[in-house]
């Protein structure tokens, strides 16, 4: 990751990072995953009594993350810890570096296909779930996170790669390569020599490894791959174009990067669900849209997010950038009580709305969910917004089927209304897309285990919405 990001270029010793300038530092929080490991992780050191933000490092990469079977409550206010976690991204995003601040960018997960319980546990979808993610990349609260820049992977065809986790959450995508044997991974740097690290004697999976003429001391590893390498890969360029112009606020740098990526995989249709209802009869939900613009011009797939990083516009508008945003705004939670029945098996769903009283450029949306299901894959979570933008928040099928409850103050993040306008009304749509038998497969040891989860209903009880954005400048 430290390759991708930022090896040093012209050195004759091969390869170079996105920001081939930029100082490195590590962090080992993963080893023992403390509350204090991951605040050193995130920015705040001890000064002798209370905690202050570094003012040395202004990317934060964070190439982890976890699968849940559970609905994750996501409220701040009610867990101390998530409490303490939000304030130090908010702390350092807004205010270290003479407030410039800092970005944390945040691999997507690698869940579409299948997730790792364990080293011999994979819960998977069955016959393919339906074309949809298993792990939608919006149920962990690292990737809900408004401070968190999520990133989707990029394969050499220009297309997601398979693996790559996706959602609503997602604000842009970076290669991040396939597996590297029958189709192209990432090259970046290794342990030194040939015992230590990916590429070693004898593994020959990739044409690179195993001590050959072009590595003969096995110093590159050539297979590299999943959203972990898209997260280098974004925060290499946030550093890049921070480089250019230092004087830009973290902020200011996320909204070149987002208003310069790349449309890819143009054609990509997203993905429709065929299901039933218990009686039988057909029914047609579009789970995944295909690329739509925003009633602000900007185009957003659940895959990509707002696209591909486009570096060099990125540079060149950070070099001539004369009209920093407005300082963010932060409204206050708000809560509507629905108590309002889900149909079971009907793709209209049940709404609730919510009247935005104020002016407010939108830059992100989150909402938390409390919806009673008794089978909680079936749910698909939607925000439409005034401009009738339809954002799916959540989509079904995922891998909840240890969940009991339902969504249980479930947080969910919605970049794709970025630059419109939230005063109106704001409508939350949950959707039950399935009255029949629900399949999945739970391997261990190697031997597949189909289990089934009978058909359940449920009610939608409340929600609640704040929004993240800017006045316009006078």
């Not at 546990?121 to 996170?145: F, R």
């Not at 065809?157 to 597996?179: C, I, K």
């Not at 070149?256 to 218990?278: E, M, N, S, W, Y």
Request: proline share 5%; net charge negative.
């Amino acid at each position: 990751m430290a390759g991708i990001a930022a090896a040093v270029a012209f050195n004759g010793i091969g390869g170079r990072g996105i920001a081939p300038s930029a100082g490195l530092k590590g962090f080992n929080w993963l080893l023992a995953q403390t509350l204090d490991g991951w605040l050193l992780a995130h920015g705040k050191k001890p000064n002798g009594g209370p905690l202050e933000a570094f003012t040395d490092a202004r990317v934060f990469n964070q190439s982890y993350g976890s699968s849940t079977l559970t609905s994750v409550p996501g409220n701040p206010d009610q867990d101390i810890e998530l409490k303490t976690e939000e304030e130090t991204y908010e702390d350092v995003s807004r205010n270290s570096h003479w407030g410039r601040g800092a970005v944390f960018v945040k691999s997507a997960g690698n869940a579409y296909n299948s997730f790792r319980l364990s080293s011999t546990e994979v819960i998977l979808g069955y016959q393919g779930n339906n074309g949809l993610p298993v792990q939608d990349a919006n149920l962990s609260t690292d990737n809900n996170n408004y401070w968190n820049v999520v990133v989707s992977a990029l394969n050499a065809d220009g297309v997601r790669s398979s693996y790559s986790s996706v959602g609503a959450n997602v604000l842009l995508t970076a290669p991040g390569g396939e597996y590297g044997t029958d189709s192209p991974a990432m090259v970046t740097t290794d342990l030194s020599g040939c015992a230590r690290g990916y590429n070693v004697t004898g593994n020959t999976a990739n044409g690179l490894h195993g001590g050959t003429a072009l590595d003969p001391n096995c110093d590159y590893n050539g297979i590299m791959n999943g959203t972990s390498s898209a997260a280098p890969s974004t925060s290499g360029s946030f550093a890049l174009v921070m480089s250019a112009n230092p004087a830009l606020s973290a902020r200011d740098v996320r909204h070149i990067l987002i208003t310069t990526a790349r449309q890819v995989d143009a054609a990509q249709p997203g993905v429709t669900l065929a299901f039933k209802d218990k009686s039988g009869g057909a029914h047609s939900y579009q789970a995944i849209p295909g690329w739509q613009k925003n009633a602000a011009g900007l185009p957003f797939h659940q895959f990509y997010g707002f696209g591909l990083i486009n570096i060099d516009k990125a540079v060149e508008k950070a070099l001539f950038y004369s009209k920093p945003l407005p300082p963010l705004q932060k409204t206050r939670w708000q809560t509507v009580s629905a108590q309002a029945a889900i149909p079971d098996a009907d793709e209209r769903g049940v709404e609730s709305a919510f009247n935005q009283p104020d002016d407010l450029t939108v830059e992100a949306v989150q909402v938390l969910v409390d919806a009673e299901h008794g089978r909680t894959n079936d749910l698909a979570v939607e925000l439409i917004s005034p401009s009738g933008t339809r954002s799916v928040l959540l989509s079904p099928r995922t891998a909840l089927v240890a969940e009991t409850y339902g969504l249980n103050q479930q947080r969910l993040l919605s970049n794709q209304f970025y630059g419109e306008q939230a005063k109106g009304q704001w409508r939350l749509r949950v959707i039950d897309t399935n009255g029949a038998e629900y399949q999945y497969v739970y391997r261990a040891n190697g031997q597949n285990n189909i289990y089934s989860l009978p058909n359940a209903e449920g009610k939608l009880k409340s929600w609640s919405i704040r929004f993240f954005g800017h006045r316009s400048a006078a």
